[in-house]
């Protein structure tokens, strides 16, 4: 491994450690093995390096969002059968991605003091959309129109935060992936009534 690589695995154990505000470039200098020009001849600045750790270790723990235990899935991809079986497979992840989804938090709650690290996240959040979209509707993220991730993208990312709130305060009466089913099936049957 390299130094780039190194600073970017040394700063994903300082933000799982540490979290974003704590986390200093002496930090990842330490947890990396390298030294403090690193980041900026690789990354630019400290919180350009964070940002790209922390999107590494959302994009980590969103690759099991499409994991079907046993196998390939037997849904067909858009359908609400579908929708149960991925928000099951998020589900699932929670408890191992704990603290990936607690960084988060910090990053809402601390934002006045993380401006530089916000923008940076505001604009990989198009590509988070992106990712759910394709998880959810079987269309190859390449491909997907723009207009699929600003409407379909931003609802299901906005079910994901909330879920995510959810469990985090309690995992034992947060919301499963059978009553967010029922519940987008009870809201369709009403749309089509009207």
Not at 148 to 159: A, I, K, S, W
Request: charged share 25%.
């Amino acid at each position: 491994m390299g130094h780039r690589e190194d600073l970017l695995e040394g700063a994903k154990r300082c933000l799982l450690e540490k979290g974003f505000v704590r986390t200093t470039a002496r930090d990842i200098v330490k947890e990396s093995g390298t030294n403090l020009a690193s980041i900026g001849y690789h990354y630019g600045s400290k919180d350009a390096l964070l940002v790209e750790a922390f999107v590494a270790l959302v994009e980590k723990a969103g690759g099991g969002f499409d994991d079907t235990p046993g196998g390939e899935s037997a849904t067909k991809d858009g359908s609400l059968e579908r929708f149960e079986e991925v928000w099951q497979n998020v589900l699932r992840t929670f408890p191992q991605s704990r603290s990936i989804w607690m960084l988060t938090f910090e990053v809402i709650t601390q934002g006045e003091r993380l401006a530089g690290v916000r923008e940076l996240l505001v604009k990989a959040q198009r590509e988070g959309r992106s990712g759910l979209t394709a998880v959810f509707t079987g269309i190859e993220e390449s491909v997907i129109p723009d207009d699929v991730v600003e409407t379909e993208g931003r609802f299901y990312t906005t079910l994901l935060n909330g879920l995510m709130v959810q469990w985090l305060f309690d995992p034992d009466s947060a919301t499963s992936a059978e009553q967010l089913t029922e519940g987008m099936r009870r809201v369709m049957g009403r749309a089509s009534e009207a």
